[in-house]
């Protein structure tokens, strides 16, 4: 079992950045990838970033690119995402995801966390 908990959502206007935090606890050891995803009232959940916890390069849906680094701590086993030059469009509920060694999709959810982007 693997717990997520995420942080530092807000209201914001454009142009400003929020940092958000995903706390994993429970057995993190088996964690081999950590992602973020993000829905919008009416649509699909959508990519957002994710990183493999041991290493190597991050990836991020085009959208975001420039603007939201994904970054994690190993010791604290949390895993962050800077959002900066929000925009409007990325008004959504936010999720971190976590998914497992020898596994092929994200098992575990966190509860999400609210970020909305004022004009």
């Known amino acids: 079992q693997v717990q997520l908990v995420e942080s530092g959502g807000g209201l914001v206007q454009a142009e400003a950045s929020l940092r958000l935090s995903c706390a994993a606890s429970?057995?993190?050891?088996?964690?081999?990838?950590m992602g973020w995803f993000r829905q919008a009232p009416g649509k699909e959940r959508e990519f957002v970033a994710a990183?493999?916890?041991?290493?190597?390069?991050?990836s991020y849906r085009d959208s975001v690119k420039g603007r939201f680094t994904i970054s994690r701590d190993n010791a604290k086993n949390t895993v962050y995402l800077q959002m900066n030059s929000l925009k409007p469009e990325d008004t959504a509920h936010y999720y971190c995801?976590?998914?497992?060694?020898?596994?092929?999709?994200?098992?575990?959810w966190g509860q999400g966390t609210q970020v909305t982007v004022s004009s």
């Open positions: 995801a976590a998914r497992q060694t020898n596994m092929s999709g994200y098992a575990f």
């Open positions: 429970g057995r993190t050891f088996s964690i081999y990838e």
């Open positions: 990183i493999v916890w041991s290493g190597g390069s991050p």
